[in-house]
């Protein structure tokens, strides 16, 4: 029973480059949510998705942010002309309800050069 | 919004001592308040939570406690192994009829374990 699969692992962007992140939530789980790790720092909160809809994207930054989750297919994130502030580590969570308890996969470690 | 602060940052024990990581939040609204393992490269694992209808919660060697009046829970561990070294994270949560998946995080504590 594999949790929730991010990819990559690590990813290396120039300024001004595209970073696309993906997630594949658990079997059963139709519940997404984006969470962002700065070092030394708790997660906060991104977005949160089910199929094909946005339910609360509160979290995210205004501009060059982005998220979707699909019919078919992962969810993505998507972080367009990306600057040096957005090096972190992003975790995507599945949960089977909405009222279900979150589980992490390993997260994506992005850093802007 | 929310606002949880996590204390202490780190915290070293014996191995076979307890150890113990409070929290406070601020919306007296939040009523799930989940516990997390993080290990260097991995993801929060979620180890134990609890919901405002109970004031206590025991799984083996962790337990968890939760004060709704003063607006506190706390994470035990009792009997502590270095497999137990990690950094904890407490979070809570005000579902309000839609996701208790919007958590608010503490800043984590580095929990060390010495043989």
């Known amino acids: 029973n594999a949790g929730v699969m991010q990819n990559p692992r690590h990813l290396v962007r120039r300024r001004g480059q595209e970073a696309r992140l993906r997630c594949s939530p658990m079997?059963?789980?139709?519940?997404v949510y984006w969470y962002r790790q700065l070092p030394e720092e708790g997660l906060k909160f991104m977005v949160y998705?089910?199929?094909?809809?946005?339910?609360?994207e509160s979290g995210m930054p205004k501009e060059r942010f982005s998220a979707e989750f699909p019919k078919e297919g992962p969810s993505i994130l998507r972080i367009q002309q990306v600057v040096r502030g957005d090096s972190a580590a992003y975790f995507c969570?599945?949960?089977?309800?909405?009222?279900?308890?979150?589980?992490f996969g390993n997260g994506t470690r992005l850093t802007v050069t | 919004g929310e606002n949880v602060e996590q204390h202490p940052s780190t915290l070293s024990v014996q191995e076979g001592d307890s150890a113990v990581i409070k929290c406070t939040y601020s919306d007296s609204a939040s009523n799930y308040f989940p516990w997390y393992k993080q290990e260097l490269g991995k993801g929060p694992q979620l180890i134990i939570d609890i919901r405002s209808n109970v004031g206590e919660k025991k799984d083996q060697r962790i337990a968890v406690t939760l004060n709704k009046t003063a607006k506190h829970f706390s994470l035990h561990i009792t009997e502590t192994q270095p497999e137990d070294s990690a950094v904890y994270f407490c979070?809570?949560?005000?579902?309000?009829?839609?996701?208790?998946?919007?958590?608010?995080f503490g800043r984590g504590t580095q929990l060390t374990v010495w043989p």
């Open positions: 998705l089910q199929k094909e809809n946005i339910i609360d």
């Open positions: 979070a809570a949560s005000n579902p309000s009829g839609s996701t208790l998946g919007r958590l608010y």
């Open positions: 969570a599945s949960s089977r309800e909405s009222n279900s308890p979150l589980h």
């Open positions: 079997k059963g789980h139709s519940h």
